[in-house]
């Protein structure tokens, strides 16, 4: 069977450079960079090397960058850790309804422990009202944290304009930026960045390694409490190949990516018409514009995004209703739901993501194999069968679900 | 045994003993295997006074159990995610029945509108030609119609649980381990070296693990509201109780009463907020009504003989079913019985056999639950 993958915003493969570049450091490169000795020298060479490699195409200095475990690790560190480091300015957070779980939930649980949040709305296309950001931010504000780029929809926020916002009044600025790193361009010094997350994964890096962007005189209480690695900011031993792979992934994306970015949006287009041609009822969700070059989040009225999801898996064709739980299981987005797409809209997304390997003939295969799926479900959906009807208290049951 | 050789059939898993082996032994049989488990109840919902987690039916840990069984055989394995649903449909109508006066039995919803609606109909988007789950029962295909039967194993015959099926669910859904024992099941799982979870075999409700459901309800409704006094059958009044869904019928502790006899909940009349109890002799029901009912024969017109069992871990009783009208029928026992409770499941059998069943619907104290109006007339 054809194995096709789309789902690039959930994980991407790790590259064969970057694979290369990492495998010395499960060999005889075995140090721990602590160490002061030579076997912990070489290795150390090779972390400080990647940090370099990171902060390259991110426009920082390498100093400001703390190597962690993950995304969701650097998206606590940045909140926990400015809400202790800046209790006796204030208590409140600005973020938006529209954030990953990795900050909505970490939010939720510094609420618990007194902090206020105010959870921005976004319109129908999933962008902020940039006023209203500005009219949230009060005396007691300590931090903003809005995401670059929407997981599930793609939608890009304009994290320069934020950021300017944020300098104006004195109020620190973190951004997720785990989907928008190695898809667009960086800049923490023209965007007023204080803290951004990053995760090696979704740029074809190994699983397991994040970064966290600290710009330099940011107080921020230490997170991970242990040794003194990572200039005492970030406790545990690193993770080195993890880490090498990560600069390598870096490397090869300030390199490559305005040429990749430029082929999957060919593609991913292509897609977005073939779909919109070949089949009726269909919604775009996410900004038609202002939108990541490899993400396509459309709803296929009156059927569920979750059968279609396991049908499309049955042909070889991996995509995804949204973010992935830990489960697998589905859960009925929060993204859309804060877009006020209606809920079965809402039920029905599906979303591709394209990535460096995708191919003109894989977006072709999709083309030929998800029409007649969508056609199927929907000739057997209850909703789809009784539409004609005036009122059926089937759907309108369905439709409150 | 019907032949699975090339068909594509979804099993419902749980991770569990039954469910693995169901899947392990149509996989053998040359199926096309796919394992589905349903995720029904966020546990997060849930924690106990002591933060305690829990895990039993179609919890996290059963999707993780499930998972990895399908790794092991090899299958493809994919979790549905019904908690609305389930929400909607069973806990909503488990709290409606407790605050009727009623004593749910959440799993035969459960089945019916999750397992057999919902979870079919997910197996049919898959295009499989049959849905099958590891229940102890049988589904059997006389030439003209579907049957549903006991399972093989009496003491694990699941057969209650599943009398909403219709024919055409039976046309997709079969029960692997309907013709064998636990024993046997225990022994292919050794036989295949299945990496099954030890499970107990819960009576527990699932989405209340701690079995303080009590808690659950007034944590859902609210606490308070319908306390009440407790009344004896013949009218008068002898305490106070602290809402009538703590009560079941037939229940004998808790009610804190002093009084010559032992005294049973022999009624539960939510619309006056009463619990009423009488002497043992007074549990004792020959006729009820039972609603809802669903033939699994040609619907019959006039009235028959049948077996009837009113609980999960009851043993038959020969009773007469007369037909009250196309949902309800009066269930005429030969000998009467106690523990006859409104919201409990009347299924009737012929032989091994299930020919119908329905809801209990009224015993012979307290009014018609849910329907909440002449009810005190009857004391």
């Known amino acids: 069977m054809k194995r096709i993958y789309l789902d690039y915003n959930a994980t991407t493969p790790v590259r064969p450079e970057v694979l290369e570049a990492l495998l010395p450091y499960y060999r005889d490169q075995f140090g721990n960079p602590s160490s002061v000795h030579w076997a912990g020298r070489q290795v150390a060479g090779a972390v400080e090397k990647a940090r370099e490699q990171v902060a390259a195409l991110i426009n920082c200095s390498p ?98 304009q934020i950021g300017a916002i944020a300098r104006r009044h004195g109020v620190r600025f973190h951004t997720d930026a785990v989907q928008a790193v190695g898809k667009l361009a960086i800049d923490v010094q023209q965007c007023n960045v204080d803290l951004l997350a990053i995760s090696a ?77 070949k089949i009726p009822n269909v919604k775009l969700n ?29 042909k070889g064709i991996a995509a995804s209703s ?48 998800l029409p007649p799926i969508v056609q199927r479900l929907r000739d057997m959906s209850p909703l789809y069968n009784c539409r004609q009807q005036e009122s059926c208290a089937g759907c309108e049951t369905l439709k409150k679900l | 045994m019907e032949s699975f050789a090339g068909k594509r059939v979804v099993v419902a898993m749980s991770g569990g003993v039954d469910s693995s082996v169901a899947a392990a032994l149509l996989k053998e049989q040359g199926a096309e295997v796919i394992g589905l488990t349903m995720q029904i109840w966020d546990y997060r919902n849930f924690t106990a006074p002591d933060g305690q987690h829990f895990g039993t039916c179609c919890s996290l840990d059963d999707v993780y159990d499930a998972r990895r069984v399908a790794e092991q055989l090899g299958i493809p394995f994919y979790v549905v995610n019904f908690e609305a649903e389930f929400a909607k449909t069973v806990i909503d109508a488990f709290c409606d029945d407790y605050f009727n006066g009623r004593t749910p039995n959440p799993c035969v919803l459960c089945n019916q509108k999750l397992k057999f609606e919902l979870l079919l109909r997910r197996a049919k988007e898959l295009e499989a030609d049959f849905l099958a789950t590891g229940h102890y029962a049988q589904v059997v295909h006389d030439g003209t119609r579907y049957a549903l039967r006991k399972g ?38 050794a036989r295949l070296n299945l990496r099954v979870a030890e499970k107990a075999e819960s009576q527990d409700i699932c989405f209340v693990p ?38 079941t019928i037939g229940q004998r502790r808790g009610l804190g009463i002093a009084w010559p006899e032992p005294l049973f909940v022999v009624g539960i009349d939510a619309g006056q907020k009463r619990v009423i109890v009488g002497e043992k002799p007074h549990l004792a029901v020959s006729e009820f009504l039972v609603d809802e009912v669903n033939w699994l024969i040609a619907a019959p017109a006039g009235p028959l003989d049948a077996a009837c069992r009113i609980r999960y871990r009851h043993q038959e009783i020969p009773a007469q079913i007369r037909i009250v009208d196309a949902d309800t029928v009066r269930v005429v026992m030969k000998e009467p019985q106690d523990g006859v409770t409104p919201g409990q499941a009347a299924v009737f059998y012929r032989g091994d056999e299930v020919i119908g069943g329905g809801w209990i619907d009224v015993g012979a104290h307290g009014p018609r639950p849910g329907r909440m109006t002449a009810g005190a007339a009857k004391l």
Not at chain 1, 247 to 273: I, S
Not at chain 2, 158 to 165: A, E, I, K, R
Request: net charge negative; aromatic share 6%; with cysteine.
């Open chain 1, 63 to 160: 100093a400001e960058i703390v190597f962690v475990s993950c995304g969701t690790e650097a998206d606590n560190a940045a909140l926990k850790g400015t809400v202790d480091a800046l209790k006796a300015k204030g208590n409140h957070i600005i973020t938006t309804a529209v954030e990953h779980p990795a900050v909505l939930e970490t939010c939720r649980y510094l609420e618990k422990t007194g902090c206020r949040v105010t959870y921005l709305p976004v319109d129908a296309d999933g962008m902020l009202d940039l006023d209203e950001l500005e009219r949230a931010i009060t005396p007691e504000t300590i931090l903003i944290s809005v995401m670059w780029a929407n997981n599930e929809t793609g939608t890009i926020f304009p994290i320069e």
């Open chain 1, 201 to 277: 994964h979704k740029l074809g890096a190994p699983k397991g390694v994040g970064v966290l962007y600290v710009r330099r005189g940011t107080r921020l209480t230490q997170f991970m409490h242990g040794g003194h690695q990572e200039r005492n900011r970030r406790a545990g031993t690193h993770n080195v190949a993890g880490i090498v792979g990560l600069g390598k992934a870096c490397e090869l994306a300030l390199a490559e990516r305005e040429t990749h970015a430029g082929r999957v949006r060919e593609l991913r287009d292509r897609l977005e018409r073939g779909i919109f041609e």
């Open chain 1, 286 to 314: 996410g900004h038609p514009t202002e939108r990541l070059p490899n993400t396509l989040n459309v709803s296929f009225a009156w059927i569920e995004g979750e059968s279609l999801l396991l049908n499309l898996d049955m």
């Open chain 1, 322 to 369: 949204g973010s992935a739980c830990t489960s697998g299981s589905l859960e009925p987005s929060h993204v859309l739901g804060a877009m006020c797409v209606e809920v079965t809209l809402a039920h029905s997304s599906t979303r591709f993501s394209l990535g460096p390997d995708t191919t003109g003939e894989d977006v072709d295969y999709v083309l030929e194999v």
């Open chain 2, 152 to 189: 093989v194993d009496a003491a694990k015959d699941q057969s209650y649980f599943l009398f909403t099926l219709t024919q055409e669910q039976m046309a997709m859904v079969r029960f692997p381990l309907g013709g064998m024992t636990k024993e046997e099941v225990r022994a292919h799982a």
């Open chain 2, 210 to 247: 701690d079995g303080d459901y009590v808690r659950f309800l007034e944590e859902q409704r609210g606490a308070g509201l319908l306390d009440g006094e407790i009344v004896h059958v013949s009218g008068r009044v002898l305490g106070r109780h602290h809402g009538t869904y703590r009560y």
